[in-house]
């Protein structure tokens, strides 16, 4: 089953995250098809801005941690070997890819936008917020700093990014967009018609122009060493994972009741 789906509005690809029974809870299967459908957006020369956009109350309550991925385990237990490189593809290596892809894209948030959605939002080049939208990584709680992606820092200047780490609160939409990190807030029954608006507007720019464009503000940042700081973040996210899995056999400090894979490698430990 697909949790993706994709649909081409003149020259904008708009990719819906569709698990809204699970708040849109991102496990491997939907990570690899949002990717495909980034992929397929990217090579489609007829398509010139690309809409990441979400079914349901909220955009997304992050990882599915009731989900344990295959790849997270060898020998039916989590390694920091196989942990380590399953995160790398499907968290941060997917989060760069879409960042990097030339079209211009925009996130479109209503509700819930919980750790691991940011990954999918934040490598976004534009956010459109619903008035009823808020933001938070509380993964401190769970021993680790932050998740794989750890643009909060570029996203909301230091000292916010440190309180949503420090505290685990929500961000409304108003806050983030005083951050800089959002865009524009909406009301929520304009939320997609807002959205498609601003992307067609921008689908009517010539093509190269816009690629060009992102290409400069992105190498900016990097030029800046957000590419750098990114890596360096993930390998510190992992000394927390390292930690847990120390103390609990499990990369998570978390209470039970674990998920059934998890608890079973925590048994074993």
Request: with cysteine; charged share 25%; net charge negative.
């Amino acid at each position: 089953m697909s949790y993706i789906d994709y649909e081409v509005d003149g020259a904008v690809a708009v990719i819906t995250l569709n698990r809204p029974d699970k708040h849109n809870a991102q496990d491997e299967s939907l990570l690899r098809d949002l990717d495909a459908r980034w992929q397929q957006a990217a090579a489609d020369d007829a398509v010139k801005v690309i809409v990441v956009r979400a079914n349901g109350d909220h955009f997304s309550s992050g990882h599915d941690l009731k989900t344990p991925a295959p790849g997270y385990f060898r020998e039916g237990k989590t390694t920091l070997e196989s942990a380590y490189g399953w995160e790398t593809e499907h968290y941060l290596g997917f989060s760069r890819k879409w960042r990097d892809v030339p079209k211009p894209s925009i996130a479109v948030v209503q509700g819930a936008c919980v750790a691991g959605a940011l990954n999918v939002i934040w490598p976004c080049d534009l956010i459109i917020a619903a008035d009823n939208a808020y933001f938070s990584d509380p993964v401190v709680k769970f021993g680790v700093g932050g998740v794989e992606y750890h643009a909060h820092t570029w996203e909301l200047g230091a000292r916010r990014a440190k309180e949503m780490l420090f505290t685990a609160r929500k961000f409304t939409a108003a806050e983030a967009f005083d951050a800089g990190m959002v865009n524009r807030v909406v009301p929520l029954d304009e939320l997609d018609e807002r959205a498609m608006a601003l992307a067609h507007e921008i689908s009517e720019m010539d093509a190269w122009g816009l690629a060009t464009a992102k290409r400069a503000v992105n190498q900016t940042l990097d030029v800046m060493g957000q590419h750098a700081a990114m890596q360096s973040a993930f390998d510190i996210h992992w000394h927390g994972h390292a930690n847990a899995l120390l103390r609990t056999g499990y990369p998570l400090l978390t209470p039970d009741p674990l998920p059934s894979a998890a608890r079973k490698t925590k048994e074993d430990a």
